[in-house]
Every structure is written in structure tokens, then in C-alpha cells.
């Protein structure tokens, strides 16, 4: 894999949708997102969950981003939301449609 | 079947009193194969079993393994594809919100039949091969297959399922690693898994034949890793050590009744798909519910926790990382399954171990080693 600082930032008209072969769904019994692919799985933690139902394909980078402030009440999430997507993206979790 | 390597990430919690859900299930669906890979993990008294779950049964397994939390769910066998009713059970466990992997040699798998997989709701395949050439596939698996498995893959990719192609490594192929990658490349499979044998059943009766130099797996790890250097994360690569040349065991499970879930052909619940060999009562799901085997039945309690521990294990600060190892290695090579795993170093049986390995690093005479063939003759010859 190469290394994460070599990949290019997220433009913020970028629309993000989940990589071909994963799965993400809400687990009742773990109370929690998960992210399911061929013989794995990974357990999302909360901000992970919400990032990466919003990855719809249709909504752009700034859209999401406005829509998790107003949601959980918070600012400048804009790096934070792009530097975990950078991370999904090098992971195969997330694919960017522009 | 080749032996699943499941990956949970991030590893979860350690073993503790309060029980979690069965997060990986596995359901063997028959022990009829029509291959007889010399490597299988099966019990070599496979052929005794004879009757098979129901649809039925298997339906309500999915039901209620589900609603403990069950979420990975792997079709397997024997040759899962020998079930007829194999669409039905992949519907239900659609329904119920599962990911579906089948397990498959790719015998039976034709255009009609991917195509109904694909439509009740199949996620992945994963396709076993048992060599990179049509020779030693062919030999391996005591079948004429070579050609047959590689339309399969193709048609793999065409119906859009992701592909994982497994390759169990041992000594009479691990010098073809290369040959094995570029194989997988060609075939553009999205995920590969390099296997090393795990000793258990059929491997198990063979294993001097199939354990490896350490040469050979030095070897076949460079190669690995050059490889993956050079695709990057186009394809996933995973190499399972084979744990024979560890000095310390693998975290076999997570622990038994932590995460896994095994239910055999013919209604066995197992923590482990190799454990039906352990001198332990497991719960059948044609008496019991599955909420009960899990959480309660004696089977899966035994090896819960850490009271169970003999020294070196009991004290080690490092049992709850590595849960003793291997329960079945254990019982294998000493006869106790509440022994530490012999691969540990701390293990007073380690040398059961390196002795194993140096065998392997004798001089071989033979051309075609004889070996113990997956088939119902043999089974019923040696159990």
C-alpha cells in the first residue's frame, strides 16, 4: 500500500460513495455502524459511522460536512471529515466520484 | 474445504464473563466434495456422517444465529454447491441482513446457477485453487479441475462478485508463489489468500509430507512481499503464516466461544471448525437453540475465560493476547487440550514442534509422496 501521505487531499465538490465489495449497515446487537467486506470486518466508532452513511455518491464533501455541524451542533469539522475520508480511501472503504 | 482466516479489525475485546454475539458463522453444509485435497481440515471420519440438516433446520440456524448478532456468514462444506436447496439458504440469509460468502471449489458453479446466487443475494465467492498449474491442481485435489475452476473465476468476475482466491500453501507447492500470484493477477481477483496449512484433519495425517523447509517459506514470503509491493492496493494479499515456525501461538479464534460459530453437516454447533475432534460434548442444533448452545451449553463454556489454563499459560502476560493458542494443536500433539499450543516456545511440548520442522528439513527421495486422499474410502479405512 502506499503510504498515506502521498495521496491528495479530498476536494470539497468530491462525492464520496462506499468501495465496491464493502457493506456498511447498523448492527443492533453491537450498537454500533460496521463495515463489511470479503472475510472481514471492521467496527466503526460513532464519527466513523456517521461520515460514512452520509457517503451516499450523490452528496458532495461540503455538503456532508455541513450536514454533521448542524447535526451534532459542532464547527470546522472540514478536516477532521477529509482526513478520515483520505484514510477510508487508502483503505479501499470509500471511492471518490467527482 | 481450505481452512477460512478471519480477520476481525479491530481485534475485539479480550475473553471476559460477559458473552458477545457469534459475529462469524460458518454452516458446512454437507461433507460430499468432488474434490479430495489431501490438505482438508475436515475430520477424517467425514464419511460417517450421513444425514444432513433440512432446509429447514438450516433456515432457523440463520434465524437464529442472526439475531444474537451473527453477521459474517460463510457457506461452506464439503462442496456447498452439492446442496440443491443452496439459493434458499442464501435468500433467507440475505433477508436477515447477513454477508454472504460462499466457500467453493467452483465445481457445479455454472452460468444459471452464479446468476441465481447473484439474485437471492450472494455478497462474495471465495474459489480455491490447489496449484498455479493444471499438474499439481489436478494431483493435489485427486481431480481433473485445472480448467474447469479457471472458467469459473472468469465467471466469477463477469457476474460482478467480488473475488477472493484461496490457495492453501504446503511444501509440494510453495516454491510456485510467484507462478500462484500471477495467476491471480491474470485472473483479476480482488482479494488473494496464501494459506499455509493448518494441521488439523487431513492435513493433519499428511502433515510430514506437507510441512515445509524453512527455506521454502523464507522463500515464498519475499516473493509475497514484493509482489505487494508492486500492486499495491489493487489487490489484497494475505499470507497466513503457518504457525509450525512461530515461537509464539496464534490467537487461535480469538478464543473458543469468543467470536466463531461452526455448525457441521450434520447439526454439531463447534467454537471452531476444527474442534469436533476435542473430548468435549458439543450441542446439536436439532435439540437445542442456538441462543442456548452459545451462551450456555457446557461445549462452548469450557474454553471460555482463562480458569481453564494450565502453567506456563495461567500466569503468562501474555494470555490474553494469544488465549493459549490453539486448543485443538494442543490436544493434537499432547493429548491434552488444556495444555499451552506446543508452537509457544514457553511450551514444556515445544519440541514436538521443532522436531516436526526438522524432519521437514531432511532430504526428500520420493517424486509423489504418498498422501492420505480426502475421499469416503479412505475415511472409512483410518477412523
Redesign the interface.
Known amino acids: 500500500m502506499s503510504a498515506t501521505s502521498a495521496e491528495p487531499e479530498i476536494a470539497a465538490s468530491a462525492r464520496p460513495t462506499i468501495g465496491r465489495g464493502f457493506r456498511l449497515q447498523w448492527e443492533p446487537a453491537q450498537q454500533t455502524h460496521v463495515l463489511l467486506y470479503p472475510e472481514g470486518m471492521v467496527k466503526l466508532n460513532l464519527s466513523a459511522g456517521e461520515i460514512m452513511k452520509r457517503c451516499d455518491g450523490a452528496r458532495t464533501v461540503r455538503e456532508i460536512v455541513a450536514d454533521l455541524e448542524a447535526s451534532f451542533g459542532a464547527a470546522d469539522l472540514a478536516r477532521d471529515v477529509t482526513a478520515f475520508m483520505v484514510f477510508a480511501v487508502s483503505k479501499n472503504w470509500l471511492v471518490i466520484g467527482e | 474445504m481450505s481452512s ?7 481485534a475485539p475485546a479480550a475473553a471476559s464473563a460477559a458473552v458477545g ?1 457469534p ?1 462469524w458463522l460458518l454452516l458446512e453444509l454437507t461433507y460430499r466434495c468432488p474434490l479430495h485435497c489431501v490438505f482438508c481440515y475436515n475430520p477424517t471420519s467425514f464419511a460417517q456422517t450421513t444425514a444432513e440438516l433440512s432446509t429447514d433446520d438450516w433456515l432457523r440456524v440463520l434465524r437464529e444465529a442472526r439475531a ?2 451473527a ?2 456468514l460463510g457457506l461452506s462444506g464439503g462442496e456447498p454447491l452439492l446442496r440443491d436447496d443452496l439459493e434458499v439458504i442464501v435468500a433467507q440469509a440475505h433477508e436477515l ?1 447477513f ?1 454472504i ?1 460462499l466457500v467453493t471449489s467452483g465445481v457445479g458453479l455454472n452460468e444459471p446457477r452464479i446468476a441465481a446466487l447473484k439474485k437471492a443475494g450472494l ?2 465467492i ?1 474459489l480455491s485453487f490447489q496449484d498455479s498449474t493444471r499438474e499439481m491442481n489436478d494431483f493435489l485435489s485427486s481431480t481433473k479441475t485445472f480448467e474447469l475452476k479457471s472458467r469459473v473465476a472468469a465467471l466469477i468476475k463477469q457476474h460482478g462478485y ?1 473475488m ?1 482466491l484461496n490457495v492453501v500453501l504446503h511444501r509440494l507447492n510453495i516454491d510456485h508463489v510467484a507462478e500462484i500470484l500471477e495467476m491471480a493477477e491474470r485472473m483479476h481477483a ?2 488473494v ?1 496464501l494459506a499455509n496449512t493448518q494441521y488439523y484433519g487431513w492435513a493433519w495425517r499428511n502433515r510430514d509430507k506437507l510441512l515445509p523447509s524453512r527455506a521454502q517459506l523464507e522463500r515464498a514470503e519475499r516473493v509475497t512481499a514484493e509482489f505487494r509491493a508492486r500492486v ?2 489493487k489487490m ?1 494479499l494475505f499470507f497466513v503464516v503457518p504457525d509450525y515456525f512461530e515461537t509464539r501461538p496464534k490467537p487461535c479464534m480469538n478464543g473458543l466461544g469468543s467470536i466463531f460459530l461452526t455448525i457441521t453437516p450434520d447439526g454439531t454447533a463447534l467454537p471452531c471448525h476444527a474442534a469436533k475432534m476435542l473430548p468435549l460434548e458439543f450441542p446439536n442444533v436439532r435439540a437445542a437453540g442456538v441462543d442456548w448452545i452459545w451462551r450456555d451449553s457446557p461445549g462452548f463454556n469450557h474454553f471460555r475465560g482463562d480458569a481453564w489454563m494450565k502453567e506456563p499459560c495461567r500466569s503468562c502476560p501474555e494470555k490474553s493476547k494469544d488465549f493459549g493458542g490453539c486448543r485443538c494443536q494442543a490436544y493434537l500433539l499432547t493429548g491434552d487440550a488444556a495444555n499451552a499450543d506446543p508452537v509457544c516456545d514457553l511450551s514444556p511440548h515445544h519440541h514436538l514442534v521443532t522436531e516436526a520442522v526438522a524432519r521437514a528439513e531432511l532430504p526428500r527421495v520420493e517424486e509423489k509422496p504418498l498422501l492420505f486422499f480426502r475421499d469416503a474410502k479412505t475415511s472409512r479405512a483410518i477412523s
Open positions: 477460512p482466516a478471519a480477520r476481525v479489525d479491530p454475539p459475529l444474537l448478532g453477521v459474517q441482513g454477508y460468502n455478497d462474495h471465495q467480488p477472493v480482488d482479494y489468500e499495491g492496493n489484497r
